[in-house]
């Protein structure tokens, strides 16, 4: 094809321009925000939160920017491997996982790296604009329109942005992240909205750094979250983790529900790290904060399902949080941006016309948002505070959920499949094995 627009330059836009690259002449990214030293943009505010990337978010970040892990170790950046990476639930230590590897770093530092490799390849260019609308002719996408960005009064742009430029294209991605006002485009142009799917989870999050000196030896990672011990309750530990960033940094983000929401009060979240489990206790105690607690409210998972439209655009298609934003306490987002971008690499492989709905985009692209969502709806249902929708079967699944989660505290190759599904290496299916079962059942029982 001869140009494609992606709108939106975060995380999946980012992925979505690499993939184009091998498959337009010209690729051009449409920003509205300028992003500073510190990578922070002012429409994406939980790029000051912690943000794990799960194994095949990692696999995926070096398929397409490789060597890319190399780079940011040499910045700076941590990789944690076998005891440097610990799980706890009810504040007891999972079994280790061995090759498990997890990659230490600030959203933005991960970012910034990726936007520097996307800028540098010859066919791709970026525009410091707002998308506005789409441009539609017989059934299928052949330009974007543009605006100045607001400034953060919401007034126009400074000098040098572009502004209300109409840019031809031949194939169109919205990466607008959650909310991108697509929808309410299509509608314009007299099209449906794709069905979505929403559970109300009522989440909070605060993220501080702290300086990182050798308190805690070579640990990159630690996580703990409540079990079926504790009914999912911060009753034994308080949820939350941290980890060791650039900059000789730890990241440490503390998470709740409903009403126990952590706050921006700096003494209450030292006081909270000391309800964790030892490393975040210690990091509270031995370690000074750096500048303040940055909070953020997350309301609702939410996914819309395109291909259970009957019609569609031909030559659009939907990534990243746009498509599916799920709860970010299980830290699947980055990794389903990348995944969204090998389904977008495998269709455009396929030759499609453009004149036709990207069909066989969503079918791919969705079957791995299923199995997210699936994970973390699950999860999330066992909840108190949250009241569904509960799919059919749900007791009995979360009855073997919760044996499944205490067996794999206990035993390394219970684990090593779990995580496999938690890191999204395995679909969700995996633990329904017989053997498998028959190993975790013969782990409880022996204790
Ligand atoms: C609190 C929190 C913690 C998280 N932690 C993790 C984690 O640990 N691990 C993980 O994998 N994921 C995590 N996530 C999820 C992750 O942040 C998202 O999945 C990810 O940001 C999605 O990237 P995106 O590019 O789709 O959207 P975004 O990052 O939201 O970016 C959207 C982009 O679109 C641009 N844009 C908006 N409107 C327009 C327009 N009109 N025209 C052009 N561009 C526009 C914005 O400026 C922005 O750059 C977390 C999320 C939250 C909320």
């Not at 539609?136 to 605006?147: C, I, P």
């Not at 050798?214 to 079926?228: K, N, R």
């Not at 409903?258 to 003494?267: K, T």
């Not at 934003?325 to 396929?350: C, D, E, I, K, M």
């Amino acid at each position: 094809m001869k140009r494609a627009v992606v709108m939106g330059g975060s995380y999946a836009g980012l992925f979505a321009a690499r993939v184009l690259s091998d498959h337009a002449e010209d690729v051009v990214v449409v920003e509205p925000d300028a992003i500073g030293p510190d990578g922070l943009g002012r429409r994406t505010p939980q790029r000051h939160q912690l943000h794990a990337l799960l194994s095949m978010g990692h696999a995926q970040l070096e398929r397409w920017f490789p060597g890319v892990t190399d780079d940011l170790v040499k910045g700076g950046a941590l990789l944690g491997e076998g005891e440097d990476v610990r799980f706890y639930l009810d504040g007891r230590l999972k079994a280790p996982v061995a090759g498990a590897r997890m990659l230490g770093a600030t959203r933005p530092f991960l970012e910034n790296h990726l936007r520097r490799r996307v800028e540098g390849l010859a066919n791709v260019r970026f525009v410091r604009a707002r998308a506005t609308g789409l441009v539609l002719r017989n059934g299928r996408v052949t330009g974007v329109t543009t605006a100045a960005p607001e400034g953060a009064d919401g007034s126009g742009g400074g000098p040098g942005d572009a502004a209300g430029e109409t840019i031809d294209a031949d194939f169109a991605v919205d990466a607008m992240g959650r909310n991108s006002p697509l929808e309410d485009w299509l509608v314009r142009h007299g099209w449906d909205r794709a069905p979505v799917d929403g559970m109300r989870i009522d989440l909070g999050y605060a993220t501080a750094l702290f300086h990182r000196g050798d308190e805690l030896g070579g640990t990159v990672v630690a996580h703990s979250s409540p079990g079926p011990a504790s009914g999912y309750l911060p009753t034994v530990t308080e949820p939350g983790a941290l980890t060791a960033v650039e900059g000789d940094r730890w990241s440490v983000v503390l998470a709740g529900y409903a009403d126990h929401r952590p706050g921006p009060d700096p003494e209450e979240f030292l006081r909270r790290m000391r309800r964790c489990v030892e490393p975040l206790r210690t990091v509270a105690d031995a370690s000074t904060m750096i500048g303040g607690v940055r909070t953020y409210r997350f309301v609702e998972s939410r996914r819309r399902t395109y291909s259970r439209l009957d019609r569609f655009p031909g030559g659009l298609v939907v990534v990243g949080d746009a498509l599916a934003s799920v709860n970010p306490v299980y830290g699947q987002g980055l990794t389903l941006s990348a995944l969204a971008a090998n389904a977008l690499g495998a269709h455009l492989r396929s030759t499609p016309s453009p004149h036709l709905p990207a069909r066989n985009y969503f079918r791919l692209v969705e079957a791995v948002v299923e199995g997210a969502w699936q994970l973390s709806t699950a999860a999330d249902l066992a909840q108190p505070h949250v009241t569904g929708p509960y799919p059919r079967g749900h007791r009995a699944r979360k009855w073997v959920a919760d044996r499944l989660t205490e067996a794999s505290v206990l035993d390394s190759a219970v684990n090593a499949r779990y995580m496999g599904v938690v890191n999204m290496e395995l679909p969700p299916k995996a633990l329904t094995d017989v053997r498998f079962l028959a190993r975790a059942a013969r782990v409880l029982i022996s204790g």
